[in-house]
């Protein structure tokens, strides 16, 4: 079994991109796994806490709240793709400058990431 870093999901990404394939994909261990979409009780969920967190973080300049869209690296070996995350104000600072304009894997470390657990229903 191979060991995949997070330069291997990178090309992978993009290889699947030009394709034309959209696929959240997350790094666990090594082994890159591929996430399902939600169902619609869950992405409400995570709406729901981001209007939330939104109303409390934004007005007090805490810091920035993220969707399913970002991930996070971990480690070499692991980056994590949360419903909903936040990253305290001082850490951006510390963080942004190190950053590329439209990089996908952008942020190294967070303060708060959930998951939602999606209950999906087949009707046949």
């Given at each position: 079994?191979?060991?995949?870093?997070?330069?291997?999901?990178?090309?992978?990404?993009?290889?699947?991109?030009?394709?034309?394939?959209?696929?959240?994909?997350e790094l666990?261990?090594?082994?890159?796994?591929?996430?399902?979409?939600?169902?619609?009780?869950?992405?409400?969920?995570?709406?729901?806490?981001?209007?939330?967190?939104?109303?409390?973080?934004?007005?007090?300049?805490?810091?920035?709240?993220?969707?399913?869209?970002?991930?996070?690296?971990?480690?070499?070996?692991?980056?994590?793709?949360?419903?909903?995350s936040f990253?305290?104000?001082?850490?951006?600072?510390k963080i942004?400058?190190?950053?590329?304009?439209?990089?996908?894997?952008?942020?190294?470390?967070?303060?708060?990431?959930?998951?939602?657990?999606?209950?999906?229903?087949?009707?046949?």
């Amino acid at each position: 079994m191979s060991n995949l870093t997070i330069k291997d999901l990178e090309i992978l990404q993009g290889t699947l991109n030009q394709a034309g394939l959209d696929y959240q994909l997350e790094l666990d261990e090594g082994k890159i796994l591929v996430m399902g979409p939600s169902d619609i009780v869950s992405s409400e969920i995570g709406v729901r806490l981001i209007a939330s967190l939104s109303n409390w973080v934004y007005p007090r300049r805490l810091g920035r709240l993220f969707d399913s869209s970002a991930g996070f690296i971990i480690s070499d070996t692991n980056l994590k793709v949360p419903d909903v995350s936040f990253v305290r104000a001082q850490r951006l600072k510390k963080i942004e400058v190190a950053l590329k304009p439209k990089t996908v894997l952008n942020l190294v470390l967070k303060e708060l990431i959930l998951s939602i657990v999606s209950l999906i229903l087949y009707s046949v």
